[in-house]
């Protein structure tokens, strides 16, 4: 337990056969639970108290956390194994409470897996309430008494030989106030999920596709899409991507943006990724004219406009999002083989330009927990360089996307192409 200041706190104890309630005032000390009982230790000036275990290694944490998500390693074209996950804090004293650094380390070795401070750690960081907004905390790292936070994180190893079986965080925070302090606290001990992602083919035909809003460490809607659901929060689209078809001169839409034929996706075939069953065939909803978000936005059962769920394996769900009206191919219960065409590329629900959104996840609610995938083969191309979404892909003066051609283009295999990545599927039928 932390105390700081001149606070009376009470606080009830169980020990061996006998129940203890301690009412205490401190100044910057750190109480520690142990098996006799308790002490006290006095932090040490401009450092933070190290965390002390008690009872079968039990410690008392200022902070209560817990990740959203079992974590995954997926390998991106960038070569390296992305870990891509999400912990909420919640502020367990009644101070206000500032996250100076956050850790993520292997648990087995403790070995230091990634250390966000500073601005790196204020640009992944931001109050729950403050998810999906839009706005800019003043403070992100400030957490007020019983708030909550949430830290967006993006751990790379380089080889699978690096990617550690469980990882817990070391959290450094001082209390705000007359007498401040600082503490430690480990938290967030959590297993990653054993075994390789999902590996998926071609969602669309042959052509020059970008990978738009994907993973991993970008603030898009789709990485920082927190969802309450059912009282449940989640990130869906945690490695989603919506995919957009481009023209050798990368241009997007030619013409005025305000058509749908004017962008090069619109009625594009979607195909399956893999042989499986067709769970959910949705059509019969309008598209959204572009090139202007939807005002105001769908509810909850029409956000992906016309959609198909395809079911490639147990616990594996695929979500096809905002297909063409009147142009869904398929129907559940159906049997389909890889490459089989289901649908075409359109803009209803929750779309402001034509694009197709694509996610795995746990169960056939587009709104449960996201996987990351990769797919089998595809030449990577290059890059485009300056931010871009289906929201202000039509708000531009054109629509030509400034384009770096790749440090190593040529053939992936079993790769997650990353945000804003170009590539060509060199197997789409």
Request: glycine letters at 10%.
């Amino acid at each position: 337990m932390f105390l700081g200041g001149t606070r009376r706190f009470g606080l009830l104890a169980r020990g061996r056969g006998r129940v203890v309630l301690l009412v205490v005032v401190a100044a910057t000390c750190v109480f520690v639970a142990t098996a006799a009982g308790f002490s006290a230790r006095q932090s040490p000036r401009g450092g933070a108290a190290a965390p002390s275990r008690g009872v079968a290694g039990q410690q008392f944490t200022g902070l209560a956390a817990r990740v959203l998500s079992r974590p995954s390693a997926v390998r991106g074209t960038d070569g390296r194994f992305h870990i891509a996950y999400e912990l909420v804090l919640t502020n367990m004293t009644q101070f206000p409470v500032n996250v100076e650094r956050v850790e993520v380390r292997d648990a087995r070795t403790h070995r230091v897996l990634q250390s966000l401070a500073g601005r790196a750690l204020s640009s992944r960081m931001n109050p729950v309430a403050e998810s999906n907004t839009g706005r800019k905390p003043a403070d992100p790292t400030l957490m007020s008494s019983s708030g909550s936070s949430i830290v967006w994180f993006d751990v790379r190893v380089r080889s699978k030989a690096d990617i550690p079986r469980v990882i817990e965080h070391r959290i450094v925070a001082s209390t705000k106030g007359q007498k401040a302090f600082r503490f430690s606290s480990l938290v967030g001990r959590v297993s990653l999920r054993s075994g390789p992602p999902v590996v998926l083919g071609p969602p669309v035909r042959s052509g020059i596709w970008l990978a738009m809003e994907g993973c991993c460490d970008f603030n898009t809607h789709h990485r920082r899409g927190l969802l309450t659901v059912d009282g449940n929060m989640g990130v869906s689209q945690r490695f989603a991507i919506d995919w957009i078809l481009l023209d050798r001169q990368h241009r997007a839409w030619v013409g005025s943006p305000a058509r749908l034929s004017s962008y090069f996706s619109y009625g594009q075939p979607e195909i399956a990724v893999a042989a499986g069953t067709i769970v959910i065939a949705r059509d019969g909803i309008p598209n959204s004219p572009p090139p202007h978000d939807p005002k105001p936005p769908p509810p909850l059962a029409r956000l992906t406009g016309n959609y198909v769920e395809l079911r490639v394996s147990p616990g594996i769900y695929v979500t096809y999002a905002h297909m063409k009206p009147g142009s869904v191919r398929v129907h559940v219960g159906q049997h389909v083989r890889r490459g089989q065409l289901l649908g075409e590329l359109g803009n209803s629900g929750n779309s402001a330009t034509p694009h197709l959104h694509l996610q795995v996840q746990i169960t056939p609610s587009f709104v449960s927990d996201g996987l990351p995938y990769v797919f089998n083969r595809f030449h990577l191309l290059g890059e485009i360089t300056e931010p871009v979404t289906d929201s202000n892909l039509g708000l531009r003066p054109n629509g030509k996307l400034p384009f770096a051609p790749a440090r190593h283009p040529g053939t992936r295999r079993h790769e997650m192409p990353l945000n804003l990545n170009v590539v060509q599927f060199s197997d789409a039928r």
